[in-house]
Structures are given as C-alpha cells and as structure tokens.
C-alpha cells in the first residue's frame, strides 16, 4: 500500500514561487509508478496540473505550461512540482497522486492519492 504525503504548500503573493513536495511510502517499486500533480479549487472538478512517466517525460496542463516544472527523485522516493510565476488562479488544494499503470496522466483516474496541500495565491 502506497502512502503520499504533500508538504511546502503555504500562501504567496502573485508573481512568486513555491515548491512542492510528494515523499512517497511502502513500496520498494516506486520508480515504476506514474506520478501526477493535481489542484482543486472550491466549487471546481480536480485538474491535472502536471504528470511524469517512469522514464521521466512529463506533461503539463495547458495552464500551467512554462510555469510549473514536475521532477521525481526515485532513490529518494520524492516528486516535486516548481511552481514560478503564480497567479490569483493556481490557488487550490494540490494533490499527489501515483499509480503503477496510467493511460490518461493527466485525469484523476490513479489509484493512489496524498491528504493534498493548500496553496494560496494573493493578488
């Protein structure tokens, strides 16, 4: 059983950066799972934010394309998610979530999932 755990959220103002981490727990496979960062914001469906393979590719949301970076430390067993540049808008909760199998990285379809981090953006 894959336990997540979400930590540096916090509040910034518009413009700034903050970075994310996921530690991972109780899997010695992690480096085959898939990873992803997801948001929620009040009132709004969850959102792919940003997604990265077992061989490292990733892929972005179109809103946050440039601006945000997704990265995996496997010995460390550690994903991340730079964010630069934040606007009012990338307010919401973000979720890690992994997965041994994903076809589409970018949906709320994977099988494990963190308590999510709060991340506030003020204008």
């Known amino acids: 059983q894959v336990q997540l755990v979400e930590s540096g959220g916090g509040s910034v103002q518009a413009g700034g950066s903050m970075r994310l981490s996921c530690a991972a727990s109780?899997?010695?496979?992690?480096?085959?799972?898939?990873l992803g960062w997801f948001r929620q914001a009040p009132g709004k469906e969850r959102e792919g934010v940003a997604a990265?393979?077992?061989?490292?590719?990733?892929t972005y949301g179109d809103s946050v394309k440039g601006r945000f970076t997704i990265s995996r430390d496997n010995a460390k067993k550690t994903l991340y998610l730079e964010m630069n540049s934040l606007k009012f808008e990338d307010t919401a909760v973000y979720y890690c979530?992994?997965?041994?199998?994903?076809?589409?990285?970018?949906?709320?379809?994977?099988?494990?999932w963190g308590q999510g981090t709060q991340v506030t953006v003020s204008s």
């Open positions: 990265i393979d077992r061989d490292g590719s990733t």
């Open positions: 979530a992994a997965d041994p199998w994903i076809r589409q990285k970018l949906l709320p379809q994977y099988g494990y």
């Open positions: 109780g899997t010695s496979y992690y480096s085959r799972y898939y």
